[in-house]
């Protein structure tokens, strides 16, 4: 594409620079957001697959941009992490969502929270005693309080991993290894993680109930997970198909659209009374 440039030259701007131009002004709104609130936190279900009961909410940050709109997850995470800006934001997340899981536990509607951690989170010495802090300042039960690590993250240093995992286990919270099945975690390493369940990526979940190959894997993971004493969690659930396979493999638990997309923290309260 031309675009006029200063002096009414055209200039050629090829797609990739323009990519980059337009990251580095996101990178600069992103102070910004921070500061003034135009993140939010979305909530997904999480269902029992036996009662079909809600058993919880993954929370997904939100990045509303005043002009480019919606920002993929996905960017935002990578943007922030490439700024340096990573401990900012979860702590912001992780700020914002204890509050909200003060409000439902007041009112009586404990909820449980799955929230996500980033690979360099797992860096942050000072993480875990932030997450201490939070759940004493807002009087949350501990058994509300999961966090999802993804299997590359832990991967990327296994030892550390394991400290920090020892270190949040000792809050009596719930860990979850996420997107399962794509990061070439070995068994051995796997046995030895204090977590409490697996969540199997969406990759693997979605296409399932066509595809052979990610039901030999979706199903071999079920196994291996309660072999392990493990929860398994499948993730991207957007078919009854897939609801009756993974119901017949003796999942624990689904989340994805067929159940709900994530939600605004009021819709999803409004949503929770229809499903029960
Ligand atoms: P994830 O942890 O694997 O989260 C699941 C993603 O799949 C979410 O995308 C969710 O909206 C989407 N999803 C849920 N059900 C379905 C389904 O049935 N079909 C399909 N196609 N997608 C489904 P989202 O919210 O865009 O987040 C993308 C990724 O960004 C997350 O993947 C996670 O890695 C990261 N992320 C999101 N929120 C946070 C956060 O608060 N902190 C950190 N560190 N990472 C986050
Ligand atoms: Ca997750
Ligand atoms: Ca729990
Ligand atoms: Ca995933």
């Not at 860990?175 to 030895?192: H, I, P």
């Not at 969690?233 to 709900?260: F, H, M, P, T």
Request: net charge negative; glycine share 8%; charged share 20%.
């Amino acid at each position: 594409q031309a675009k006029p440039a200063r002096g009414g030259y055209a200039m050629y701007v090829s797609g990739q620079e323009q990519e980059s131009v337009r990251r580095m002004a996101l990178m600069a709104d992103l102070q910004r957001a921070i500061r003034h609130d135009e993140l939010s936190l979305y909530y997904q279900p999480k269902v029992d697959m036996a009662s079909r009961r809600l058993c919880g909410a993954e929370v997904l940050v939100r990045w509303e941009h005043p002009q480019h709109g919606m920002v993929a997850t996905q960017e935002l995470i990578l943007l922030v992490e490439q700024a340096g800006l990573i401990t900012r934001l979860t702590t912001w997340i992780l700020e914002a969502a204890f509050r909200q899981c003060h409000t439902w536990q007041s009112a009586g509607a404990g909820q449980e929270l799955a929230i996500n951690l980033s690979a360099l989170d797992l860096y942050d010495s000072g993480l875990v005693d932030r997450i201490e802090g939070l759940i004493s300042t807002w009087g949350i039960a501990p058994g509300l309080v999961q966090f999802e690590l993804t299997e590359s993250a832990l991967m990327a240093d296994p030892v550390g991993a394991m400290e920090t995992l020892d270190r949040l286990k000792r809050l009596d919270v719930d860990l979850f290894v996420d997107d399962y099945g794509t990061g070439y975690s070995s068994l051995s390493y796997l046995q030895k993680l204090p977590v409490d369940g697996l969540k199997i990526d969406r990759s693997f979940v979605t296409p399932m109930a066509a595809n052979g190959d990610s039901a030999t894997i979706v199903t071999s993971t079920i196994e291996l997970g309660h072999n392990l004493g493990l929860k398994v969690v499948a993730e991207g659930v957007e078919s009854e198909a897939v609801w009756e396979r993974l119901a017949l493999l003796g999942c624990d638990i689904a989340q994805g659209y067929l159940i709900s997309r994530p939600m605004p923290a009021q819709q999803f309260q409004d949503w929770q009374q229809a499903w029960r």
